[in-house]
C-alpha cells in the first residue's frame, strides 16, 4: 500500500472530500493541517516555508510515496479511481467529472459572498447575494434538484457514492453554515435530503463526528 | 466505433481542444457550430431553443450514441482517455487534470479582462490587467514555465501531447489575440515554443489551417 500524505489548511475546505475517501475505503494517511491563513495576503511562517515547495504555491497536495499532486479536484479523481469511487464506466466518470467542474463554476461567486460576509457591509452582502451569489446557487441547485429527481440511488450518478456526492454534501453543509442554505426549507428538501444520505454512510458519519469542524 | 456530435458555438472557445483531439485520433465526429451569441444576456433563437435540451443549460455538449456530456474539461478528458491522450499513468492523468484545473483558475480573471475590453474603457482596461488579470496570468506562466523547463519531451506532462497540451497552447492564441500575449518577447520564448511544438503535430497543423477563426 502506498503512503499517503494530504497537507492541507486546518479547515474542511478543499480537502475534506479526500479525507472523507480515506475513510471511505479505510486506508490510513498522514492528515498533515497547518494553521489556517487570516487572509490570502497574510501569509504565516509556517505556510511561507512550504509555499515554494509545493508544485502551484497552492494546496492542498496529496503526497503519493514521494510523488506530489496538486489542485483538489485531481486529487479526488485520482483517488476517487484507485479506491473505486469515481463512475463505474467512462460515461459514468466523466459525469461525475461534470458535476465538479459545474460546482466549481460556483466557487467565484461563493466566495464573493464571503467576502463580503467577512467585510460586514450589510449593503454590499445583500448585493453580493442579489445580482452573483444568488442566480448561481439558483442555477447549481437546479441541476442539482434535477438530477437527484432522476436518480434511482439517491446519488448524483450512477448506483453508489462518488466523490462528486462527497463533494456537493460538503458545500452544502458549507452554505448551511455561512447562512445561505436552510435546511427547514421546503425547497431545500431534496438536497437536505441528499445530503443526510451522504453523511449517513458509516464511515462518513463517523468521520465527520471526530473532525475538526470549520465554517468552511 | 460509437457516433460523436459535439455541439458549441462558431467559436474556438471551449471546444477546440475537443475538437483537435478528434483529429488527433483521426476519429469523425459532427462539428455542430451554432451562431455565437453577442453576450451571455442575449440569445439567439436556435440557442434558446436548444438550450433547455442540454444537461446543464450550457454548451458544449458531447453526444456519444445518444448520451450527452456537459462540461469542457469533462469532455476533454473523456475523449482524453478514450483516444489515449490523457497521460500514461494514474499519476501522469492526475497532473494532466491539475494543469488544466490550474489553468481554470485562470478562467475568471481572463473574462474580466475580455469584459473590459468589450466595454472599451481605458481605465476599466488598465485598472484589470493590473489588479487581476496581470497577477493571475504572471502566476499561470510562471507555473507552466517551470514545469516546461524540466521537461524532457516538451509537453507539459510525460512523453507525449496531452489534452493539457491542447488547452494551454489554445489559450496562449487567444491571449495572443486579446493583445495580451506577445510572441516577441524573450520572457515569453519558451511558451511561444511549447505552442508552435503543440501546432506542429501534423493533425494538429492541417486542423488549424482550415478552422474557422475567431478571437476566442
Redesign the interface.
Known amino acids: 500500500m502506498p503512503q499517503y500524505k494530504l497537507t492541507y489548511f486546518n479547515l474542511r475546505g478543499w480537502a475534506e472530500p479526500a479525507r472523507q475517501l480515506f475513510k471511505l475505503a479505510h486506508v490510513d494517511f498522514e492528515d498533515v493541517r497547518l494553521e489556517p491563513l487570516k487572509s490570502v495576503e497574510n501569509g504565516t511562517p509556517e505556510w511561507e516555508a512550504l509555499k515554494p515547495k509545493t508544485?502551484?504555491?497552492q494546496l492542498p497536495v496529496l503526497n503519493?510515496d514521494g510523488?506530489d499532486?496538486?489542485?483538489?479536484?485531481?486529487?479526488l479523481?485520482?483517488l476517487g479511481?484507485?479506491f473505486g469511487y469515481a463512475g463505474k464506466t467512462?460515461?459514468e466518470?466523466?459525469?461525475v467529472?461534470?458535476m465538479v467542474?459545474?460546482f466549481?463554476d460556483f466557487v467565484?461567486p461563493l466566495r464573493q459572498l464571503i467576502m463580503a460576509q467577512r467585510g460586514g457591509n450589510a449593503e454590499e452582502i445583500e448585493k453580493v447575494q442579489r445580482e452573483t451569489f444568488g442566480p448561481a446557487r439558483d442555477?447549481l441547485f437546479k441541476?442539482l434538484n434535477g438530477i437527484l429527481e432522476k436518480s434511482k440511488s439517491g446519488f448524483l450518478v450512477g448506483d453508489g457514492v462518488t466523490w462528486a456526492d462527497l463533494v456537493i454534501a460538503d458545500i452544502i453543509t458549507t452554505m448551511e453554515k455561512l447562512g445561505v442554505f436552510d435546511v427547514t426549507s421546503a425547497e431545500n428538501k431534496k438536497l437536505t435530503d441528499f445530503r443526510e444520505k451522504v453523511n449517513s454512510i458509516p464511515e462518513i458519519k463517523e468521520h465527520n463526528e471526530q473532525r475538526p469542524d470549520s465554517v468552511v
Chains 1, 2 share one sequence.
Open positions: 508544485p502551484f504555491g503519493v510523488f499532486i496538486p489542485q483538489s479536484a485531481a486529487i479523481r485520482y479511481r484507485k467512462p460515461e466518470e466523466a459525469w467529472d461534470a467542474d459545474q466549481k467565484t442555477n441541476i
